[in-house]
């Protein structure tokens, strides 16, 4: 059969626009170069705006799981009690992060799919108050649990002296976000998901609180010092070497930000969240996240029956080029997450619900071909889109 191309539908990496593609491949400067300043002030220009402050993004040169560990390292000392929300393998990562550098770590578990319930965090917050970090996920990428950061943010700001830690790697940028306004303390995201780059940014905000706590902190880190970092951003430089060619990308990212508009940009988040899962639905194939309240927009997870997750998804992928992500950790072979963030539009998601109904029949499912597609398009004509 003819090569087809890949239809990347995971929750990251995620698809790369050609103009974003291009700017990236654009003629190399120095970083230390007049080109490089004029670069980095750009982005501080915008970036800011994406996590809802007016203080400056750090830019560093890393995976998103350098900016669990920076906000770790720079904000609390081996010792400190912290609270980790665990409801996925991300917010495990968290603890594990936390657990390495012998912080005390109090756990908030839930099953996978759950979503963090706000009496539990008072709890939580009574019985240890000493906690001088509590971290916790936006979207739980394994489960596409979407937690109510603003409603937790609210809590600890009330109950306790406590950081607000939050990774907001497959979140930021396409679901609403506003820091200063919801009292987030430390915010990070990642290139590879909302931003439409590959892998290779991090970026880590901090509200005045965070600073003053990270100044007095004493836990030994280098590379990975954050204060470090916005000390040079604030002259538009790096401490050390950055990635231009992503942050040529970045800056061609931001340009399109503006240019949708960030409101349409969730807008159309949403939208593609309500396609996939009322398509699911009608086809009866169950959500990993039933409440539709904390339910991602940029990432849908469903269970396949008798275990054919994996079947599916390799069907799906030979035929088709059609790649969807399987489950991590306890949920490995149960479940598809269906990543709808960054370049993705309505058209991508009749594209690939339409593949999934042929391959659900390939694996023995008993569905109305079309019932899944009919139901998403019925959704996007009654949004008035």
Request: hydrophobic residues 40%; aromatic residues 8%.
């Amino acid at each position: 059969m003819f090569n087809h191309p890949e239809l990347l539908r995971i929750p990251g990496p995620t698809p790369i626009p050609p103009q974003v593609q291009q700017a990236m491949n654009e003629v190399m400067f120095g970083h230390r170069s007049e080109d490089a300043k004029n670069l980095l002030q750009e982005i501080r220009d915008s970036l800011p705006k994406i996590f809802g402050t007016t203080e400056e993004v750090i830019v560093l040169s890393g995976s998103g799981t350098s900016a669990l560990e920076a906000a770790v390292v720079n904000s609390v000392s081996e010792g400190d009690e912290v609270l980790v929300v665990v409801s996925g393998a991300f917010g495990k990562r968290f603890a594990q992060i936390c657990e390495t550098f012998n912080l005390r770590v109090h756990y908030l578990t839930y099953e996978w799919g759950e979503a963090v319930q706000l009496d539990d965090v008072v709890k939580m917050l009574k019985k240890y108050p000493n906690i001088k970090a509590v971290f916790t996920t936006y979207c739980e990428t394994s489960t596409s649990v979407l937690h109510p950061i603003r409603e937790i943010s609210e809590l600890i700001q009330q109950k306790s002296d406590a950081l607000m830690i939050v990774d907001g790697v497959s979140a930021v940028g396409a679901v609403e976000t506003k820091m200063d306004e919801w009292n987030i303390d430390i915010l990070i995201s990642g290139s590879q998901k909302a931003f439409m780059l590959p892998p290779g940014l991090s970026f880590v905000a901090l509200s005045k609180k965070a600073q003053r706590q990270i100044k007095t902190n004493k836990q030994p880190h280098f590379y990975l010092d954050v204060l470090k970092h916005k000390t040079a951003l604030e002259s538009s430089s790096t401490p050390y070497t950055p990635a231009l060619s992503l942050l040529m990308g970045l800056r061609q990212v931001l340009v399109m930000f503006k240019e949708e508009g960030l409101e349409n940009i969730y807008k159309r988040h949403l939208l593609m969240k309500d396609m996939v899962r009322s398509a699911l639905r009608a086809l009866h194939i169950p959500l990993l996240v039933t409440d539709d309240k904390y339910a991602s927009p940029t990432v849908t997870a469903a269970r396949i029956p008798n275990d054919q997750a994996d079947e599916l998804r390799s069907i799906l992928q030979e035929q088709f080029g059609l790649i969807f992500a399987g489950g991590q950790q306890k949920l490995k072979g149960e479940i598809i997450r269906i990543g709808h963030m960054g370049y993705c539009t309505p058209a991508h998601i009749l594209q690939l619900l339409s593949l999934l109904e042929i391959g659900l029949k390939k694996i023995g499912y008993d569905i109305t071909l079309g019932s899944g597609v009919a139901t998403a398009q019925d959704v996007y004509i009654s949004g008035g889109w």
